[in-house]
């Protein structure tokens, strides 16, 4: 595809309920950024994985969230027994590089997430 | 400590020149700058990045003074289009050697006619 592709674009859930959200990131990026967006606020980060291997999931608010990228393309983040405070968007991206310098990253629309 | 600091809201006309400073006193040697646009409903888009001096697009300007302490993003000739949140970045390392995005809250730039 052209970009990051990111579903669904929304999804309300009742809190105590499970959810998955998918991206497929563009072809060949080896960096993939999940991202945790409230309304008003900027963009914090979640994990990050290079290719399928996770190496910083220090911004997972809790054990409740788990992400996935088991063939280094698609990856799923699973949020298990929803709380409204999870409502939020949730953001992938992804980006060509995976060392230090610059980086530009690609950003999909986001997957509105809302807990009632 | 907030790695970057920049101003929280913007006005500005349509046609005029728009400058949108970014502090990071604690820039490190390796760190590049980098400023994302948002626009609601979408995820950030990337605009212009930099390392020192300065540095132009089709897009916007980066503007970086020697001490890199600091950086300018100079959008000319807005429009109403480009009204949206613009967000600077200074690299952070993450676990593993990758650079990581840490976004903060962004200037809010509103465009008027």
């Known amino acids: 595809g052209a970009g990051v592709s990111q579903s669904p674009r929304y999804k309300v859930a009742k809190r105590g309920q499970d959810v998955a959200l998918r991206c497929d990131p563009i072809s060949g990026h080896v960096s993939l950024f999940w991202y945790q967006q409230a309304l008003g606020q900027g963009p914090e980060f979640l994990t990050y994985?290079?290719?399928?291997?996770?190496?910083?999931k220090s911004g997972l608010p809790s054990d409740r969230f788990f992400a996935e990228r088991p063939e280094g393309s698609v990856s799923t983040l699973k949020i298990q027994r929803t709380q409204q405070e999870d409502s939020a968007v949730y953001l992938c991206a992804s980006s060509f590089q995976a060392g230090q310098g610059g980086t530009e990253a690609f950003f999909g629309q986001g997957t509105r997430l809302t807990v009632v | 400590l907030a790695k970057t600091t920049q101003p929280i809201s913007m006005d500005s006309y349509e046609g005029q020149e728009v400058n949108i400073t970014c502090s990071h006193n604690n820039i490190a040697t390796n760190d590049y700058i980098t400023w994302y646009q948002q626009f609601p409903s979408q995820g950030p888009r990337f605009i212009i990045q930099?390392?020192?001096t300065k540095v132009t697009n089709e897009v916007a300007s980066l503007f970086i003074p020697a001490d890199r302490k600091s950086s300018t993003l100079s959008l000319p000739r807005v429009s109403l289009s480009d009204t949206a949140v613009y967000y600077c970045?200074?690299?952070?390392?993450?676990?593993?050697?990758?650079?990581?995005?840490?976004f903060g809250a962004g200037t809010r730039l509103a465009v008027h006619p």
């Open positions: 930099g390392y020192k």
């Open positions: 994985f290079q290719n399928e291997a996770q190496l910083d």
């Open positions: 970045l200074v690299g952070d390392i993450g676990a593993g050697g990758y650079n990581k995005l840490i």
